[in-house]
């Protein structure tokens, strides 16, 4: 892995997200209705839809919400929302890929070229940015009241399936195979582990330095995207100046 930790903007974001919990649970609805029009609305056929469903369990979303927005995606809704990915450059040059769930992609484009030009960004042409990341199963494991070793939890992934493991004092981050994520993740629960975090994303193949005069509007740009009620997922290839 490149040594980006996602773990460390996750922990950054947490409280500000959590103050917005009825647009996280829109945004996941919006996620699961997607899963289902994929691939069905039964989680032990649909591994996705499965890992979604996780994550609204995470998030405290209750089962009701859950449950309206898989009928919806087995057709009893009248929504139709596409996916739609804009690539683009942050204050910097920092590349960033931004995935969106809309029903009115007129409306969603605007808004996101706006998120990026007023900021002094740059929207860019598909694949002048995506090329940058690779699609991976990202998991992780709090270190709190965990008493496993560095090399341990090595080998414990390696024989779940994973890929490769960053560890820093707060946490193991995880990576594996896109597909294997969900093996990955049972795997590690039937070894006994707690995970924080089980997701597909994106990861930077390479990170771009966002110089220090840049780092508010990059900053803003970001949670301005995030606020964005169809936007899904932002994911950037930053590396501040404290992260040396």
Not at 218 to 242: G, T, Y
Request: hydrophobic letters at 35%; glycine letters at 8%; proline letters at 3%.
């Amino acid at each position: 892995m490149s040594g980006h930790s996602k773990w460390h903007n996750i922990q950054g974001r947490k409280n500000a997200q959590d103050s917005k919990r009825g647009k996280i649970f829109q945004k996941i609805s919006r996620e699961l209705y997607m899963a289902v029009k994929a691939g069905g609305p039964d989680p032990d056929s649909n591994a996705n839809l499965r890992l979604i469903m996780d994550k609204a369990k995470a998030a405290n979303m209750p089962k009701d919400n859950i449950k309206r927005a898989v009928d919806k995606g087995s057709g009893s809704g009248a929504e139709n929302y596409e996916e739609v990915t804009y690539e683009g450059y942050a204050p910097g040059g920092v590349p960033v890929l931004v995935h969106a769930l809309t029903d009115n992609k007129n409306r969603t484009a605007a808004a996101v070229r706006s998120a990026f030009t007023h900021h002094g960004g740059a929207l860019a042409a598909t694949g002048a940015v995506s090329y940058m990341f690779d699609r991976k199963g990202y998991i992780v494991i709090t270190r709190e009241g965990l008493d496993t070793d560095e090399d341990t939890m090595l080998m414990d992934v390696l024989d779940a399936g994973g890929d490769d493991l960053q560890a820093s004092d707060d946490a193991f981050e995880i990576y594996t195979d896109d597909k294997q994520l969900a093996q990955v993740r049972d795997a590690l629960q039937a070894a006994g582990y707690t995970l924080d975090t089980a997701e597909l994303t994106m990861i930077p193949s390479n990170l771009t330095d966002v110089p220090d005069d840049k780092v508010e509007k990059f900053q803003h740009m970001i949670d301005e995207l995030e606020d964005n009620d169809d936007v899904s997922e932002v994911f950037e290839a930053a590396k501040f100046p404290d992260e040396d």
